[in-house]
């Protein structure tokens, strides 16, 4: 366990990296909308409200015509001109978030338009067997294929964006048909995906962003358990290489809180905190064969992942049930949560 005050550090590590424009940058300066997102789902959870808001302002500025996102921007400046369809569809999971933490109905309303824009934009790069393409690229041409942990993030993205228009009372029925024939390719199809099977994201993803659930996600989060989990250490990033990656194994911690799998989760939590700089930032990886950190960086993803872990985990937040189930505000045990709110603060006129 990691306590609130350890998660305040943490969120505040996000914060020391964020640049003066509101992006939250990788490692090497560069900003993408999907990390920049999970960074400011982080800083949620953590209280620090105003980077939060900086970096929503951020993505707003930077949100193109088409509702999508440069691939990559340095300096402010679009440094890859293709738009992801996960990184625009990671900004409804990031809104909803931030409404079930905040309860803030006039920033919800405000975020609206950008979350509309980008959900069409996702959804029109749907394929008529219902997988999503990665990207539409400089020209505007659709990609031709598509990807298996891109799409499970899209699900998440879809069913949180369909939660925010029912909130807001502008029901959005395409977004909901989208996301269930992208969960019937992503539970049935899999060869309608690009292999990139060596690579942990791919095995756990479907679980993540909620498109596979029961037993059937008990098989799937068995099946290459030893292949990718390094007992004591944390995931594998990729089968292939004596390397661990916390980002990684904090998403397999949601995954497997998900389901059920608590004692999993707390156990594969604590293994990865090897990682932890005093500061309260992590380390992206650790190469055990060569036993030195790698690549030598400490990420704001990483941290971010760790936090949102901790959140669904322990309760500190009114959101930390997102990944468990999109709809959920907080753990359901009211002895484990400790964020002190069953479902967040609604305005006064609700249900009026």
């Known amino acids: 366990?990691?306590?609130?005050?350890?998660?305040?550090?943490?969120?505040?590590?996000?914060?020391?990296?964020?640049?003066?424009?509101?992006?939250?940058?990788?490692?090497?300066?560069?900003?993408?909308?999907?990390?920049?997102?999970?960074?400011?789902?982080?800083?949620?959870?953590?209280?620090?409200?105003?980077?939060?808001?900086?970096?929503?302002?951020?993505?707003?500025r930077h949100q193109r015509a088409d509702g999508s996102w440069p691939m990559k921007l340095a300096g402010g400046v679009p440094a890859e001109l293709g738009g992801e369809s996960n990184h625009a569809a990671y900004v409804a999971a990031g809104i909803w978030h931030h409404h079930l933490v905040t309860g803030d109905q006039r920033f919800t309303e405000e975020s609206w338009p950008m979350v509309k824009a980008a959900l069409d934009y996702v959804v029109d790069l749907q394929t008529e067997r219902g997988e999503i393409v990665w990207e539409r690229d400089a020209e505007g041409r659709a990609a031709t294929y598509a990807l298996l942990t891109g799409?499970?993030?899209?699900?998440?993205?879809?069913?949180?964006?369909?939660?925010?228009?029912?909130?807001l009372g502008d029901p959005q029925p395409h977004w909901e048909l989208a996301a269930d024939r992208l969960a019937h390719v992503l539970n049935d199809h899999p060869e309608a995906f690009a292999d990139k099977s060596r690579f942990s994201m791919d095995w756990y993803y479907p679980v993540l962003g909620g498109a596979v659930r029961g037993p059937r996600a008990a098989e799937l989060?068995?099946?290459?358990?030893?292949?990718?989990?390094?007992?004591?250490?944390?995931?594998?990033?990729?089968?292939?290489?004596?390397?661990?990656?916390?980002?990684?194994?904090?998403?397999?911690?949601?995954?497997?809180?998900?389901?059920?799998?608590?004692?999993?989760a707390l156990a594969l939590f604590a293994d990865m905190q090897h990682l932890r700089h005093e500061d309260g930032s992590y380390w992206t990886g650790w190469q055990f064969v060569n036993r030195r950190h790698f690549p030598h960086e400490r990420s704001g993803y990483t941290a971010a992942a760790v936090?949102?872990?901790?959140?669904?985990?322990?309760?500190?937040?009114?959101?930390?049930?997102?990944?468990?189930?999109?709809?959920?505000?907080?753990?359901?045990?009211?002895?484990?949560?400790g964020c002190g709110s069953r479902v967040p603060p609604q305005p006064a006129d609700e249900g009026a």
Do not use: K
Request: net charge negative; hydrophobic share 40%; aromatic share 6%.
């Open 307 to 337: 936090v949102l872990a901790a959140d669904a985990l322990f309760g500190y937040s009114p959101g930390s049930g997102l990944f468990r189930d999109v709809e959920s505000a907080c753990v359901s045990d009211p002895d484990v949560c």
């Open 1 to 60: 366990m990691i306590s609130r005050e350890e998660v305040v550090r943490t969120g505040e590590s996000i914060a020391a990296i964020q640049q003066d424009d509101g992006g939250v940058p990788w490692p090497e300066g560069h900003v993408d909308a999907w990390n920049h997102v999970e960074c400011l789902m982080a800083m949620s959870v953590a209280g620090l409200e105003e980077p939060v808001r900086r970096g929503y302002a951020w993505l707003a």
């Open 221 to 264: 989060l068995e099946r290459e358990w030893d292949t990718f989990v390094v007992p004591g250490l944390g995931i594998r990033c990729v089968s292939d290489q004596p390397w661990v990656t916390g980002a990684e194994t904090c998403e397999l911690v949601l995954a497997l809180d998900a389901v059920g799998e608590r004692e999993r």
């Open 151 to 167: 799409c499970s993030s899209i699900h998440q993205g879809l069913r949180c964006g369909v939660l925010l228009a029912d909130r």
